[in-house]
């Protein structure tokens, strides 16, 4: 299990993150091994990403679960990322592209 601190590390406090600053967080990246970063850093990103570029009901729905690591993004090679609950699949979120100006759907 990822420590809680380290998965929602630049979220804000409000979000239950810790609102870290990015030369902070990349310091303490760089002292994980590469395969506890990537892993560390897939349910950071996304719970980032739900953090800042969603409605207050994704917010709502995705992030207790995401910090508290009972739910694990799997992304499937495609836009889609495949939400993982205590083992068993929740959905399937479409991300939609930056240039499209659009936000992450549900």
């Known amino acids: 299990m990822l420590a809680p601190s380290l998965s929602p590390a630049r979220l804000a406090e409000s979000a239950g993150g810790a609102e870290l600053p ?7 990246m760089e002292q994980l091994s590469p395969v ?6 897939r349910q950071e990103v996304t719970a980032t990403r739900i953090g800042f570029d ?7 729905r995705f992030l207790p679960d ?3 690591v009972r739910m694990l993004p799997i992304p499937d090679g495609t836009n ?5 609950i205590e083992g068993r699949e929740l959905t399937g979120i479409q991300a939609t ?3 499209s ?3 992450s759907a549900a």
């Open 36 to 41: 506890v970063a990537i892993a560390v850093l």
């Open 22 to 28: 990015a030369l902070t967080y990349g310091l303490m």
């Open 101 to 103: 100006g659009a936000t």
């Open 54 to 60: 969603s409605t207050p009901e994704q917010r709502e």
């Open 66 to 68: 995401l910090i508290d």
């Open 97 to 99: 592209r930056p240039s």
């Open 80 to 84: 889609q990322i495949l939400m993982l």
